[in-house]
């Protein structure tokens, strides 16, 4: 199967508002995601290999390997926003709770509400309160109701473990808070919507050690509730949040096992040499 990357929308007729739909119920042992076959390309250079990958339900799975070994696109295929980059080609399935994302009637718009993102570099937007930061999702998805708003507000807050640090600066501008409360301020606005999923591209590179330690906390307290994907250069971080670890090198897969056994028994030399510190 290929995708076709996105263009951009039609002003002359504008495409109705995407409404939600009902969610797949996942079997006891169904994966929250099962990549078959992944190959991805930018115009005529191909970034993926072949990528097969289970990802479990309720359990943080760590991507690693060298700068520019494909963790990002990968990342980004589980919420098709690789489709935002010019010249994006993909073949292959990636599945969601059994459900092929990249089927022809799949709307892109709805999996991103399933499968939130986290950026590397913390993105509030600038012109709004913290407030209208978390529960911009909501508005746009047409929830009016100023109750629903403040009450899923101050969960979401709690849930980013923030609440207490801003409940008196809910209308301030959100670039008043430091990097690090920030970023977990974008933790909240992702979690606001309810996603099934929280994808986090190396979210505590740009933080110091103190800021660092309160996102891996959060990301231990959210797998009891979703699923976390998360990409990180740091092999410590990797060892302390996850449960599984996922090495990649030159575009490709070359293993993922249970975190612990992957750090101290890897079943690949190339494995072995990238956590030992030899390469990379």
């Known amino acids: 199967m290929t995708s076709q990357p996105q263009t951009s929308p039609n002003t002359e007729n504008p495409q109705p508002v995407a409404t939600a739909q009902p ?24 970034v993926l290999f ?6 479990q339900p309720k359990a943080v799975t760590a991507i690693i390997g060298p700068s520019g070994c494909g963790k990002t696109t990968f990342l980004r295929c589980l919420n098709r926003m690789h489709e935002l ?3 994006a080609r993909l073949e292959g399935r990636v599945r ?3 459900e092929d994302l990249y089927a022809r009637q799949v709307d892109p718009t709805l999996i991103r509400r399933r499968v939130g993102m986290v950026f590397q570099k913390s993105n509030p937007f600038p012109s709004m309160s913290v407030a209208d930061n978390v529960t911009i999702g909501l508005k746009l998805n047409g929830v009016r109701r100023k109750s629903l ?9 709690r849930m980013a473990a923030l609440w207490d640090e801003v409940k008196d600066r809910l209308q301030a501008n959100a670039l008043s808070l430091s990097g690090g409360q920030q970023q977990r301020l974008c933790i909240a606005r992702a979690l606001a919507i309810e996603p099934e999923v929280l994808l986090m591209d190396e979210p505590a590179s740009a933080l110091d050690p103190q800021a660092t330690a309160k996102i891996e906390e959060l990301v231990l307290q959210l797998r009891r509730q979703l699923t976390i994907v998360i990409v990180t250069h740091n092999m410590q971080q990797a060892s302390r949040i996850s449960e599984i670890t996922a090495f990649f090198y ?25 956590v030992t510190g030899r390469f990379g």
């Open 250 to 274: 030159a575009g490709k897969l070359i293993e993922a096992d249970q975190t612990k056994k992957l750090f101290t028994n890897p079943s690949h030399q190339q494995t072995e040499d990238y």
């Open 85 to 87: 980059s010019p010249g």
């Open 50 to 55: 072949d990528i097969c990958l289970r990802v």
């Open 149 to 157: 708003l403040q009450e899923r507000l101050e969960q979401t807050l």
């Open 96 to 98: 969601l709770l059994g």
């Open 23 to 46: 969610r797949p119920t996942p079997g006891p042992d169904q994966p929250t995601f099962e990549v078959q076959g992944l190959n991805v390309w930018f115009g005529e250079r191909q």
